[in-house]
Every structure is written in structure tokens, then in C-alpha cells.
């Protein structure tokens, strides 16, 4: 028979484990789109796609009929159709966060 002088470390007793004990409070989430987010996904999709409309008119360098310089006509056209889509995106944010605002408003204490 085994007697405890014959303990190998396996079969050695573990000490038991410690009590969990909570880390400091996590601090409170910020809500996803801020205000900034939205207004500047919305704003700088509008910059961009002037900026593309124009640089777009300018590829074209008055060769309306064949298309004009084979790089930088897709490049602009790509370019305002990205902005048309990060303008619909700054849109969507803007409407969450109206929402957000108007769930979150307090009624008036009389």
C-alpha cells in the first residue's frame, strides 16, 4: 500500500485556488456613432465627392466624346462613388444618433 512518504508530485495535494475577486469598474461605453463620427463621415463624404466631380470634369479635359485620360477618369469616377457611399453611411449615422438622443432625453421635472 501507498503511505504518504510515497507521494510523488502528482499525486501531490494542491493547494486550493483563490477566491475571484472583481477588477475595478469598467468605465461606461461611449455611444457608437459619437455625434463628431457622423458629422464627419457625412461632411467629408460631400467634400469628396465635389472634389471627385471636379477632378472627374477635369480628367475629361474637355474630350467629352472618347472619355479622356484612361487612368484618372475611373480613378475620379471610383473615387465619387466611394464619397456617395461614405455620404448614405455619414446619413445612416446621423439618423442613429437623433434617435439615440431623442430615447435618451429626460422628461421634464415639474
Known amino acids: 500500500m501507498d503511505t504518504p512518504d510515497n507521494l510523488t508530485p502528482l ?3 494542491t493547494p486550493p485556488p483563490e477566491p ?3 477588477g475595478p469598474p469598467l468605465a461606461p461605453r461611449q455611444p457608437f456613432p459619437s455625434w463628431k463620427q457622423a458629422l464627419i463621415t457625412f461632411f467629408g463624404g460631400i467634400v469628396l465627392a465635389a472634389t471627385s466631380c471636379f477632378g472627374f470634369a477635369l480628367s475629361l479635359g474637355g474630350n467629352f466624346e472618347h472619355g479622356g485620360n484612361d487612368f484618372w477618369t475611373p480613378v475620379t469616377a471610383i473615387s465619387f462613388c ?4 461614405a455620404i448614405f453611411v455619414g446619413f445612416v449615422f446621423l439618423i442613429m444618433r ?5 430615447m435618451e432625453k429626460k422628461e421634464p421635472v415639474r
Open 98 to 102: 437623433i434617435a439615440r438622443a431623442m
Open 82 to 85: 466611394a464619397s456617395l457611399l
Open 20 to 22: 475571484f475577486q472583481p
Open 11 to 13: 499525486d501531490a495535494p
